[in-house]
């Protein structure tokens, strides 16, 4: 059995194209788990990591797919993950459990608008990074321009441990800024990994170089810094130290150079995600959501995460992360949120879409259960007292699609599969139309949906009909409102009779429910159903019938009838008051806006911008190379419906383009 300080579990997380999968596919080539590598899109069977049609189809990966590897003494549990934003939640799930992550960058694109959520991901959950900067043989490629966008734009503390020997298609390895030695990556595959002298014309630049990473490093270690002001030689085994102990307190990311697709670099990736990523027992340690420390000891009792779910033909596979104690199969756990207890059947280690049965999984270890009845995000424990590990962030969808069957007898079809979907994913919502009875599916952008739909007809053999896009529009308040209502039924027997007054203001909460009732005027039994009646008033709106949201309800009085008086009674008085209210408090319509980011060549700025200022976007800024530009824009999500298209024409075809949610803002008023 492997030591668990042998143990990474690490996540490649990047922007759409910046090289994910086929890196992963290199990883998994230089470990042994695969004989063969397989292109993204060079036909042929497909990437390993990508094994749903849809990825094979789409060129992108859509799923996390976890996979086992071991290099040298160390054992790898690697999550690929999508860069494509709409599957956002995908990069939450993975980055929640895992150890450490590979921040991968194009040498041409820098720091891209995925690259800036990934950002944000990586520090919410103080995951500790390296960076790769990747696509080195690409012409444009300029690490230098990366790494200073790295600290502009990310505010990173980025040094690189390497110095490229030559660039664009002039790009043949690397130099060991550490070891200061050359690295050349020759044979088939790049498999013969050659370490040789500094070639003459750049052994004064790559002096230079380490100075400066010295420099860098020597803010993290006194003992570096006396050997340099001593000019003595540091020590190897000091500056690998150094990086490992700066990068485990998020307080460094170091960066290294290469080309996956030209099989360049990638075994000195691994060897640095041996050297200065945490194994399980590095990590931070883990609170629950009721405040209690869960430390990665074997003996202590079992916490585990369910992180993702599948569903499969012979039932559900939920992927799982151990963060203390040990689970064999057999073993029963209880399910901290339903508290119901399960049976563990089979556990399974993954490797993409294949599996490998084993008998137990220890603290650290990510793996899969097979047929446990679970939802993603629960928490399994042995038992009293049931603990749960805090939720992760679900994004709001921001797009809504209406579904119909082409077929009426492929209805029940319809509903298992989109009641499937849902439980795999947390931003996949399902509704009905109050009044065209359709079913709406909502989620974070057209690619999601549209991959879903595609799921429907290939695994469901169910057909469609599509709506037109949705946007998924607010209502908020814009000032203060009173409200004094009083509900009074008398239709012989006992009647209905209910009193309700307070205000509602305006709160920057979705919804605020604050009781001031003193002296019993309502009692303390109706209280919860008169919350329950302004949440249900806050559904649908008084302009347009969207959800309301920013609203702080507060209820400071009202009366009751000893007889008629009812929770029913209650939650139908709060319904009416609130909606009364919501009419008098100046309502306004929010739509959402989506942060785009357009890549384009420097012909088409001018055509670009006039563009995006047609469709009300507000321009960020725009940032030239030498022969592209980045145009960063906020636009009204409504305008971007089939961008793609209209930005392809424009551009013949050379534009790239991304979009992430933003923010709400004032839309339409109802004047």
Not at 35 to 41: D, F, K, M
Request: charged content about 25%; overall charge negative.
């Amino acid at each position: 059995m492997i030591p668990r300080t042998r143990i990474r579990n690490i996540g490649i997380s990047a922007h759409i194209d910046s090289g994910k999968t086929t890196l992963s596919e290199r990883i998994l080539f230089y470990t042994g788990r695969i004989h063969a590598i397989e292109e993204v899109r060079g036909g042929g069977k497909g990437a390993t990591m990508d094994f749903m049609p849809e990825e094979k189809l789409h060129g992108i990966t859509i799923t996390s797919a976890a996979t086992t590897c071991q290099w040298h003494d160390t054992q790898i549990n690697l999550i690929d993950t999508p860069g494509h934003v709409d599957f956002t939640i995908e990069v939450e799930r993975a980055l929640r459990v895992l150890d450490g992550a590979v921040m991968l960058l194009c040498a041409v694109a820098g720091v891209q608008s995925q690259s800036i959520t990934v950002d944000r991901q990586m520090k919410r959950y103080r995951i500790p990074r390296l960076a790769f900067i990747n696509k080195m043989d690409r012409v444009g490629a300029n690490p230098f321009r990366v790494v200073q966008a790295m600290h502009d734009r990310l505010q990173l503390n980025a040094v690189l441990l390497q110095y490229p020997i030559g660039s664009e298609d002039q790009f043949q390895g690397v130099i060991d800024l550490v070891e200061m030695n050359a690295h050349y990556f020759e044979g088939e595959n790049g498999e013969n990994w050659l370490q040789k002298p500094i070639p003459e014309h750049l052994l004064a630049e790559a002096q230079e170089a380490r100075e400066k990473m010295l420099d860098a490093l020597s803010l993290f270690s006194e003992a570096m810094t006396e050997k340099l002001l001593a000019g003595e030689e540091v020590p190897k085994a000091m500056i690998w130290e150094t990086i490992r102990q700066a990068t485990l307190s998020l307080q460094l990311t170091p960066v290294l150079l290469g080309s996956a697709f030209k099989n360049k670099g990638v075994q000195n990736l691994l060897d640095a995600i041996a050297l200065y990523l945490p194994s399980p027992i590095d990590r931070e340690v883990v609170k629950t959501a009721e405040g209690v420390s869960v430390y990665p000891n074997l003996d202590d009792s079992l916490v585990a995460l369910a992180f993702k779910l599948t569903v499969e033909s012979f039932g559900q596979l939920t992927y799982t992360r151990i963060y203390s104690g040990t689970l064999k199969t057999g073993d029963t756990v209880y399910n901290s949120r339903t508290k119901q207890r399960l049976q563990i059947g089979r556990l399974v280690r993954m490797h993409a879409n294949k599996r490998e049965e084993i008998k137990e999984a220890v603290a650290g270890d990510i793996i899969a259960l097979l047929g446990v009845d679970c939802a993603s995000g629960d928490t399994f424990c042995s038992g009293e007292p049931f603990v749960s590990l805090e939720g992760m962030y679900v994004p709001e969808p921001v797009i809504t699609l209406a579904i119909t069957p082409k077929k009426q007898e492929d209805s029940d079809r319809l509903a298992k599969a989109l009641h499937r979907f849902q439980k795999e994913d947390p931003t996949f919502r399902l509704s009905i139309d109050p009044e065209l009875g359709t079913t709406l599916i909502s989620g974070m952008g057209e690619l999601h949906l549209e991959i879903y739909v595609e799921r429907l007809q290939r695994e469901y053999n169910t057909d469609v009909y599509v709506g037109q896009p949705a946007v998924a529009y607010r209502e908020t308040i814009s000032q203060k409102a009173h409200f004094d209502y009083r509900l009074k039924k008398q239709s012989g027997g006992s009647g209905q009779f209910a009193h309700v007054k307070g205000w509602i203001e305006p709160t920057t909460e979705p919804f605020v429910f604050e009781n001031q009732v003193v002296g019993g005027v309502i009692p303390k039994e109706f209280i919860p159903a008169c919350e329950k009646g302004f949440r249900e008033a806050i559904q649908s709106g008084q302009l347009e019938g969207y959800p309301v949201t920013g609203v702080k309800v507060v209820l400071d009085g009202g009366s009751y009838h000893k007889v008629d008086s009812s929770e029913l009674a209650f939650r139908a008085a709060a319904h009416q008051a609130l909606e009364e209210a919501l009419t008098q408090a100046k309502p306004y319509i929010l739509e959402p806006i989506m942060l785009v980011e357009v890549e384009t060549p420097n012909e088409f700025l001018g055509r670009v911008q006039g563009d995006l200022s047609s469709r009300r976007g507000v321009l960020l800024g725009s940032e030239t190379m030498q022969t592209y530009s980045v145009i960063q824009a906020e636009v009204p999500l409504v305008q971007m419906f089939g961008y793609s298209t209209d930005l392809r024409s424009l551009t013949a075809g050379m534009a790239t383009f991304s979009m992430e949610f933003a923010c709400y803002r004032q839309g339409r008023s109802n004047e």
